[in-house]
């Protein structure tokens, strides 16, 4: 009798915890922005009753501004980490320093996207958590170089977001790492 009580406990506790999605952790304030960006931007051309040759014009704007977005990710290194560690490795600051200066620069328009992840190793709770221990420390990084803390979000993909699926050392190496990425 007592068995088949634990067994239906077993059961029923198996039943309900199911299975751990895979959603990355988003700052909300990024997406709060974009929106209050998106609707600012729409009131602006319906008040100023801009007409469709302007509104081109501005589109072709913004392709340039894209480009140049784009051209200026390239110049941010991406910040990789050691197993199960958060710390930024000294071979790295070299690279958090450059990251530093370009966001102060060119970069100065833009707001910048901390983007954690880890290797395959480890919970998908535990990963998203490490993956945003990660980019905290990169941001207090930039923080420490005099990048403003208001214009750095955050976000972890833990596990889910790899660039190396291969199952080497040297694969999940490149997987433990914090990305830069630029928002308008």
Same mark, same amino acid.
């Given at each position: ?13 198996? @039943?309900?915890? &199911?299975? =751990? ?6 700052? !909300?304030?990024?997406?709060? $922005?974009?929106?209050?960006? /998106? ?62 200066? @370009?966001?102060? &620069?060119? =970069? ?6 901390? !983007?954690?992840?880890?290797? $395959?190793?480890?919970?998908? /709770? ?59």
């Amino acid at each position: 009798m007592k068995k088949i009580i634990i067994s239906s406990v077993a059961m029923a506790l198996l @039943v309900f915890s &199911g299975c =751990a999605d895979k959603e990355p952790v988003v700052d !909300e304030r990024v997406q709060q $922005e974009v929106v209050a960006q /998106e609707v600012e931007s729409v009131r602006t051309e319906v008040v100023s009753g801009e007409d469709s040759s302007i509104g081109e014009n501005s589109m072709y704007g913004s392709d340039s501004s894209e480009m140049n977005m784009a051209n200026l990710e390239k110049e941010l290194s991406t910040v990789y980490f050691d197993f199960d560690k958060f710390n930024i490795r000294s071979d790295m600051q070299d690279k958090v320093t450059n990251n530093s200066t @370009v966001a102060k &620069g060119t =970069a100065s328009s833009y707001t910048i996207k901390l !983007e954690g992840n880890c290797d $395959e190793w480890g919970s998908d /709770e535990y990963n998203f958590a490490l993956g945003l221990k990660r980019a905290s420390s990169v941001k207090k990084a930039l923080v420490s170089e005099g990048v403003s803390e208001t214009r750095i979000t955050m976000v972890s993909y833990g596990e889910s977001n790899p660039v190396c699926t291969e199952k080497t050392r040297e694969c999940w190496a490149q997987n433990r790492r914090v990305d830069f990425k630029l928002l308008p």
